[in-house]
C-alpha cells in the first residue's frame, strides 16, 4: 500500500517556525517528485514547494519564496518543509504529494498561526 503521512503541525505564533515531515512508502521514493501543497478553509489548493529527484531542483511558489525549505531524506524515505517566518496567512492543512500516475496523497497537518 502507498502511504503519505505528515506530521510537525500545530500552533505557531507570527515570526515563528515549523517543521514538517512526509514519511513515505509504498513506492520507489527515491525517485519520485515531491511536491507540499496546503488548503485554507473556503480556498483552493494551493501549490506550495516542490523538489526533484535527481537533481534536487526546487520550486517555491511566490507566497513563501524566502521563508520555507523544501528538502528530502531518501534514505528514510521523507520530504521537509522548514517553514520560518510564519504569518497568519500561512494557517491551512499542510498536504505532502507524490508524482506519480496517479499521483499520492498524505491525509494532511494543520498548522495554525495566530497570536
Known amino acids: 500500500q502507498v502511504h503519505l503521512v505528515e506530521s510537525g503541525g500545530g500552533l505557531v505564533q507570527p515570526g515563528g517556525s515549523l517543521r514538517l515531515s512526509c514519511a513515505a512508502s509504498g513506492f520507489r521514493f527515491s525517485r519520485t517528485t515531491m511536491r507540499w501543497y496546503r488548503q485554507a478553509p473556503g480556498k483552493e489548493r494551493d501549490l506550495v514547494a516542490s523538489?526533484?529527484?535527481?537533481?534536487?531542483?526546487?520550486y517555491y511558489s511566490d507566497f513563501v519564496k524566502g521563508r520555507f525549505t523544501i528538502s528530502r531524506d531518501n534514505g528514510k524515505s521523507t520530504v521537509y518543509l522548514q517553514m520560518n517566518s510564519l504569518e497568519p496567512e500561512d494557517t491551512a492543512v499542510y498536504y505532502c504529494?507524490?508524482?506519480?500516475?496517479?499521483?499520492?496523497w498524505g491525509q494532511g497537518t494543520q498548522v495554525t498561526v495566530s497570536s
Open positions: 523538489i526533484a529527484w535527481a537533481s534536487s531542483s526546487t
Open positions: 504529494n507524490a508524482i506519480s500516475s496517479p499521483n499520492y
